[in-house]
């Protein structure tokens, strides 16, 4: 096995050069409960948060360009033959295929230790192969330059590469590689800052069949102590064990079973598992629209996010992390129910400004790049409805209610009563004017219906006549400024005559059969003004102005995925089963799905992987299989 400097690194596709951003679809998810990082079809991690999802990311190439952070493991002259995870865990494995021989790289994170432990297996399967490396480290968005050294060689003969900005630390170990600067000279010096300028890391290694190399790429707090690398033979024993002890326990047993088991998935690894929050999706700024300014934020924990990732969750049977998400929205409320955000930190942080990154030129060139979101300080008016029906479903689950958890209840359900005449922003988090929407006035009915049902029909105390009268003057109010009697169909906001898909909800909460005539006329209209000739739903007309933001934006997955469960729960079967056929055909071919897709381009769109399609994708099944039964 030889070691070679090289300042050129082969193997980068043309999506890592310049000329175009990555699809989406070709990137793999990896996790440890604490962050997930985006791993390319051709080996280079894009995106990388440390610690946790919504820290600043040390690797920011999927929002600019390779200097902005990337850390590539490629085959020189190779091509991917094949690209999987084990089965039912998020161990990645890619094959490569070159002319003189084939090789697998195993990339995973290793959960429990809190440290990010990001770790790349290369095993030589055939013949000959040259791997390649080009490690560029970007702290902080590519914002601050890191102070790199290398330390002496451990007695394994494995190499140590630190780099350190303000709070932040990596350490890679293993085989050693070379720092070049941004003309490509040699690093010459043991400690680096290359004049103010952070150097790539390369290095090309020839194998030979039975030959394995491993590097492990450590976070850790830069004031303490390196920590000491890890065995990666069994960090990879411990990482399978950790994921396929929690799928045994799914039982899908319904259609498209193996699309619902990855999804299931795909929502515990967006769960952080200190804190029980629950991100959105682990990316910021992947924009709505190529080339567009609809690019937001989404490593935070929207309540209404998780509430029907919990909903799904504890369909499932998986009531321990239900649970734990419900302890974490006590710490994150607390007593400030007055002031109820709609998102929070994962930790339950209420500082989520947003900001522009105007040094990254974005995913497609789609600008402005955006971290926090603006959104946090929004008043929905659907959010406390959505969190009681997650905890009512979890209560006729058999999990135990306290004073805390009740008495969180009973305080939303009084921040819905001084709140109850207030408009609000809506589902879609518009940043035009407020409206009444249809769809927040039934949610805020649905909070009072449920509190209702808990003291009827779990024997919990609370002010039943009182919310009973908010309950049905809401019903009243709805009926006659929400709906449409001339067109037969629920509208978006009192004041206006659209339609939008959120509408899909209404029959979820209980206020309307999914069969009723004023929901099959509200149907009609989403499939006339919503629906487009690939048979996809947009979240509602863009072009009406309501939003305030300019542009356009792709087919919502979520709202596709809400069709499919109102055909299947109104009899129209066929259409249902035709749909979702449709529609899973969509993920990639991992089993993961974005926020939107573009059926022109045939691209997925929005922030990846979302847990608002995942968790829509298996509601939809559940649904699908109820209506075959």
């Avoid at 497609?364 to 790049?369: G, I």
């Avoid at 709805?478 to 659209?498: C, K, M, P």
Wanted: hydrophobic letters at 40%; charged letters at 25%.
């Amino acid at each position: 096995m030889v070691l070679a400097p090289s300042d050129a690194v082969n193997g980068l596709s043309p999506c890592q050069t310049g000329a175009m951003s990555t699809p989406l679809e070709d990137y793999a998810l990896l996790s440890d409960l604490r962050t997930g990082p985006l791993v390319s079809r051709d080996g280079s991690v894009d995106w990388l948060c440390l610690p946790r999802f919504d820290s600043p990311a040390v690797f920011s190439a999927i929002l600019g360009g390779p200097d902005d952070g990337r850390w590539q493991v490629s085959v020189t002259d190779g091509t991917v033959a094949s690209w999987r995870y084990e089965e039912d865990t998020f161990v990645l494995e890619t094959v490569w295929e070159a002319p003189t021989g084939r090789a697998r790289v195993v990339d995973f994170l290793v959960p429990g230790d809190g440290h990010g432990d990001l770790v790349r297996i290369v095993t030589c399967l055939k013949g000959e192969v040259e791997i390649v490396h080009d490690l560029r480290v970007r702290f902080d968005y590519a914002r601050s330059t890191p102070w790199f050294r290398r330390l002496e060689d451990a007695d394994d003969g494995r190499a140590r590469l630190s780099s350190i900005a303000g709070p932040d630390a990596l350490l890679l170990n293993g085989p050693c590689l070379h720092a070049i600067d941004q003309s490509g000279e040699q690093g010459g010096g043991a400690d680096t800052t290359s004049g103010g300028t952070a150097p790539r890391f390369v290095g090309s290694f020839t194998m030979s069949e039975g030959d394995e190399l491993s590097w492990d790429l450590t976070w850790f707090p830069s004031w303490e102590d390196r920590p000491e690398p890890v065995d990666v033979h069994q960090a990879l024993e411990r990482t399978r064990t950790f994921w396929t002890d929690w799928a045994d326990r799914v039982e899908a047993h319904c259609v498209h079973d193996r699309e619902v088991t990855r999804s299931l998935l795909v929502l515990r690894a967006l769960t952080h598992g200190r804190t029980g929050g629950i991100v959105a999706a682990p990316t910021a700024s992947l924009p709505e629209s190529f080339g567009g300014g609809r690019n937001w934020d989404y490593r935070y924990t929207w309540l209404r996010d998780a509430a029907l990732t919990i909903e799904v969750m504890v369909d499932h049977d998986f009531i321990e992390g239900a649970t734990l998400w419900r302890d974490w929205l006590l710490r994150a409320v607390a007593g400030d129910i007055a002031d109820l955000r709609i998102m929070y930190g994962l930790g339950g942080e209420r500082d989520l400004d947003e900001r522009e990154l105007d040094h990254l030129v974005g995913y497609e060139n789609s600008r402005p790049v955006r971290i926090g979101n603006g959104a946090a300080d929004q008043y929905q008016a659907d959010v406390p409805g959505e969190v009681m029906l997650a905890l009512a479903r979890l209560r006729d689950h058999g999990a135990r209610e306290d004073d805390y958890t009740w008495g969180l209840q009973c305080n939303l359900l009084r921040y819905c009563e001084t709140n109850l005449d207030r408009e609000d922003h809506g589902i879609w988090e518009m940043r035009g004017d407020l409206h009444h929407f249809t769809h927040g006035r039934v949610m805020m009915w649905a909070a009072f219906n449920e509190g209702i049902r808990a003291v009827e029909e779990h024997g919990l105390s609370g002010d039943v006549e009182r919310w009973r009268e908010l309950r049905d003057h809401l019903r009243e109010e709805i009926l006659e400024r929400g709906f449409d009697a001339e067109r037969g169909t629920f509208t978006q906001t009192y004041d206006n005559r659209e339609v939008d898909a959120s509408l899909l909800q209404l029959p979820h909460t209980g206020f309307v059969a999914y069969d009723d005539e004023r929901m099959l006329g509200t149907v009609a209209a989403i499939e006339e003004d919503l629906r487009d000739e690939h048979g996809l739903l947009h979240r509602y007309r863009t072009e009406s102005g309501l939003d305030g933001l300019e542009g356009d934006e792709y087919p919502f997955l979520i709202c596709c995925f809400w069709l499919v469960e109102q055909y299947a729960c109104s009899g129209r079967v066929h259409d249902a089963r035709a749909l979702m056929s449709q529609l899973v055909g969509y993920a990639n071919d991992l089993g993961l799905m974005a926020e939107e897709y573009d059926p022109e381009s045939g691209r997925l769109a929005g922030n990846f992987p979302q847990a608002f399609s995942h968790l829509a994708l298996i509601r939809a099944a559940d649904s699908v299989t109820a209506a075959l039964r």
